[in-house]
């Protein structure tokens, strides 16, 4: 993030402590919760949301080389990356051409060519069939270049590399990102590197699970005993861009920090976390401990109650081999535990408790205040996505 940007954060977190406020809705939202057990909103959001829109897949830096590659189940697609020699990232579905078994497991290197374990059949990376051992003439008559892997529309923009499954044609990522482009692009996110994931099920809807990263103000009190130790609940500073949004939550020792420095010394990164919302269900956390983290809540194809949480979490930089590198990655290691201790065993397990609680049909809606905008922001875009559907 530009300093320019750390700055005016800054100077707009100062002003609100001093008015002892925090960035605000026009209004509070009363929101019905059915939207977290109706069949019907959950097989409508399934399709609009999540084949008919870009998602992010992975970052820049998950595939630094020619050859690099991620296979990740982007919601209930299989998906394969890869970085051409054309430096270019393609996207396929991750299902080879004869039987439909992954020809890719997690991240790592393909070199020139993927060969699926079932039977061998090797494709490049472009995604055309080379090869298909001990065939003979067991496929006599098929067009070779019809069986390559099936493509899946991508692009790579701002860090970000995004997938559409259920679209055709190119995708135009620079207008879906709209005003946050800019601000994602100068935190150079080609050059994080993948360190660890946990994949999650967890006993809640998708946008219970997503709320989690929405808003700041229960830090103070459900996480009085972890982060709640070092970051304020209030007060905390949000944008939209759009679906997508921004929010900072900073640290308790800032505004002594930056009351002993010149403005031109002010380090926002250092005394905060600052969170991305990528509509519709991406987040990326940015912590002052300088790594990366990537949520993504997926629902269950069938059950609403139900979803999947993939967290897949980023140093800053390679790390190098020898002591130093033994220490970073023992330092990153006990930042993964204690983020993911404190997401599964406390924000997770609460979620859980409230979908319970809708499951009983007597609770009919909450309240979200106005100081829970992005909370806000994100449902509204939900909602008008299924609008203008419906109106079509």
Same mark, same amino acid.
């Given at each position: ?68 590659? /991620?296979? !990740?189940?982007? %919601?209930?697609?299989?998906? =394969?990356? *890869?970085?051409?020699?054309? $430096?270019? +990232?393609?996207?396929? &579905? ?66 970000? /590399?995004? !997938?559409?499954? %259920?679209?055709?044609?190119? =995708?135009? *990522?620079?207008?879906?990102? $709209?005003? +946050?482009?800019?601000? &994602? ?208």
């Amino acid at each position: 993030m530009r300093h320019s940007a750390q700055v005016d954060l800054i100077h707009r977190f100062l002003k609100l402590r001093a008015d002892r406020t925090t960035d605000m809705a026009p209004d509070t939202r009363h929101h019905d919760v059915g939207v977290y057990v109706d069949e019907g909103r959950a097989t409508a959001e399934q399709a609009l949301l999540f084949r008919g829109r870009p998602l992010v897949a992975a970052l820049s830096g998950d595939l630094p080389d020619t050859g690099d590659c /991620v296979a !990740v189940d982007v %919601g209930d697609v299989p998906t =394969l990356l *890869v970085r051409g020699e054309d $430096g270019q +990232v393609r996207a396929f &579905l991750n299902a080879c051409r004869h039987r439909g078994s992954r020809v890719a497991q997690g991240h790592g290197h393909a070199g020139r060519v993927f060969t699926c374990p079932y039977h061998a059949w090797t494709y490049d990376l472009h995604g055309d069939l080379l090869g298909q051992p001990l065939a003979r003439d067991g496929f006599a008559g098929e067009d070779r270049e019809a069986l390559g892997l099936h493509p899946i529309p991508v692009a790579e923009v701002a860090g970000l /590399v995004v !997938v559409a499954p %259920g679209t055709s044609g190119p =995708l135009d *990522v620079e207008d879906w990102l $709209g005003g +946050v482009h800019d601000e &994602l692009a100068s935190w150079d996110f080609d050059r994080y590197r993948f360190f660890d994931e946990r994949v999650v099920e967890v006993d809640c809807n998708w946008k219970l699970a997503y709320d989690t990263f929405l808003e700041a103000y229960h830090i103070f009190s459900l996480h009085s005993r972890t982060v709640g130790k070092g970051l304020l609940s209030t007060p905390a500073v949000g944008d939209t861009f759009g679906p997508h949004g921004r929010g900072v939550v900073f640290g308790k020792q800032l505004a002594r920090t930056v009351a002993e420095l010149p403005e031109d010394e002010w380090d926002l990164l250092g005394h905060s976390s600052v969170v991305y919302q990528l509509f519709p269900n991406a987040v990326i956390n940015l912590p002052s401990s300088g790594h990366a983290e990537v949520w993504q809540a997926y629902p269950h194809p069938s059950d609403p109650s139900r979803c999947r949480v993939h967290l897949r979490f980023y140093t800053p930089e390679g790390i190098p081999e020898g002591p130093e590198g033994d220490r970073s990655r023992a330092f990153f290691q006990r930042n993964l535990d204690f983020t993911a201790e404190v997401v599964l065993t406390e924000d997770f397990q609460q979620q859980e408790a409230i979908q319970r609680n809708i499951a009983s049909g007597l609770m009919h809606e909450m309240v979200f205040g106005r100081n829970e905008p992005a909370l806000q922001n994100f449902h509204a875009s939900i909602d008008a996505v299924l609008a203008r559907e419906a109106a079509e």
